[in-house]
């Protein structure tokens, strides 16, 4: 039986060790800012930030999902972070034919209520309500953002374009909520 760690992160991490060793990226202002195909180039990136450099990120990768018109899956640590990106959503969603929205929505009420191609699901409760996801599909298999929350707005996680470390991502987030993900 696998072992469960207390941080997303590590789990992950724990069954490709070799890349929690890969050296951070600086993706921040202070460096030049990333195109999605430069992110795509490089394979997997490593990084701490903050909030700014996750969400420009993650609408590069938004973006790719409506223009190539594939599934999307995203998390969201509260159902105030999915607010605040709620009407952008309602109109990427209703653009692509499949999509995950998963986030801390422990009260079913605040949970959104988006197109019927989208399935909605709380991760209250578990390791995942700490993780800022973004996962589309590509030529190659699904690849994106995988970040955690280590408070004062700073994160830590990777990009990466591998479909086998992006499946694995996935895999575990279905364990984890009983869920099945197809991207």
Not at 16 to 39: G, Q, S
Not at 70 to 90: G, I, N, Q, W
Not at 130 to 148: K, Q, S
Request: hydrophobic share 35%.
């Amino acid at each position: 039986m696998a072992q469960e760690y207390d941080s997303f992160m590590d789990d992950i991490w724990s069954q490709f060790p070799a890349l929690k060793e890969t050296k951070i990226t600086d993706i921040t202002d202070h460096n030049l800012l990333w195109t999605l195909t430069e992110y795509i180039k490089a394979g997997y990136v490593n990084f701490k930030t903050g909030r700014k450099e996750l969400y420009r990120l993650s609408i590069l990768l938004e973006n790719y999902a409506v223009k190539n018109n594939v599934p999307l899956f995203a998390t969201f640590e509260t159902s105030k972070r999915y607010k605040y990106v709620e009407d952008r959503y309602t109109e990427i969603l209703s653009k692509i034919p499949k999509a995950w929205v998963i986030g801390d929505f422990n009260n079913p009420s605040l949970a959104p209520q988006p197109p019927g191609s989208t399935e909605v699901v709380s991760c209250d409760g578990t390791n995942v309500s700490d993780m800022w996801i973004v996962v589309t599909r590509g030529p190659d298999g699904p690849f994106g953002l995988v970040a955690e929350n280590m408070g004062d707005g700073q994160y830590r996680g990777f990009f990466s374009y591998g479909p086998l470390i992006i499946t694995k991502v996935l895999e575990t987030i279905a364990r984890k909520l009983k869920i099945k993900i197809e991207i």
